[in-house]
């Protein structure tokens, strides 16, 4: 069964802290690994990530995969109050084309 | 571009009542998909599509139908609402199976079925 695990579920640290969060995946013919970031509404778009050892970095969030491993982890450094949010890991199936998506790890950042 | 709108925002059923729940994109875009948000489950797929007059079941297709009679819109009905089918619903679109391309969500349709 094609399944995609994010650990760790929930998240709780002070503003300035880094953290990271992990998403590993079991996932037949894959094509990409997507991050999103879920606050009160939709999930918004993060990174997309096709190849492995090569980071994508956004500001003070950055992605790598490895598809050796099968993981992809996401980083955030210098953590902020407005970065607390559902962060939600994704992958992509060729084949039937579909998204398969983690659970999602809840990261909450306290002033 | 409006992106990917989703009518109404929020909804409050009767047991065994039907509805439609409206997703439109006007971003030209081929795949269009609906999900669920469970707590503790994540989204899971409800329906898709990957053009006009082509549907396809997902994870969770039971008590759902879906059409797509144009590019624009892929409306989800509830044929006979249980309150199992309480839950966030989001529609998504990209433009095509390419796996480079982005997925946009629309706001999300919260629905409560008493």
């Known amino acids: 069964e094609d399944k995609v695990v994010q650990s760790p579920l929930s998240l709780v640290v002070h503003e300035g802290d880094t953290v990271t969060l992990n998403c590993s995946y079991e996932?037949?013919?894959?094509?990409?690994l997507l991050w999103y970031k879920q606050e009160k509404k939709a999930p918004t778009f993060l990174f997309m990530l096709t190849s492995s050892g090569i980071e994508k970095k956004s500001g003070r969030l950055s992605s790598i995969l490895d598809k050796k491993e099968l993981f992809s982890i996401l980083n955030i450094t210098a953590t902020q109050t407005g970065d607390s949010a559902i962060y939600i890991c994704?992958?992509?199936?060729?084949?039937?084309?579909?998204?398969?998506f983690g659970k999602g790890t809840k990261l909450t950042v306290n002033p | 571009n409006a992106g990917v709108t989703q009518t109404p925002k929020f909804q409050v059923l009767k047991t065994g009542q039907s509805m439609t729940l409206q997703c439109a994109q006007d971003m030209n875009h081929e795949y269009m998909s609906w999900y669920r948000q469970d707590p503790g489950m994540g989204l899971r797929l409800i329906h898709y599509s990957v053009g006009a007059g082509i549907t396809d079941q997902g994870e969770v297709p039971n008590g759902y139908n879906v059409s797509r009679s144009t590019t624009e819109d892929f409306p989800l009905r509830l044929l006979s609402a249980a309150p199992s089918q309480t839950s966030v619903y989001f529609c998504?679109?990209?433009?095509?199976?390419?796996?480079?391309?982005?997925?946009?969500f629309g706001p999300g349709t919260r629905l409560t079925v008493l």
């Open positions: 998504a679109s990209r433009e095509s199976g390419n796996p480079t391309d982005t997925q946009y």
């Open positions: 994704a992958v992509f199936q060729g084949g039937s084309e579909k998204l398969v």
């Open positions: 996932v037949t013919n894959f094509r990409s």
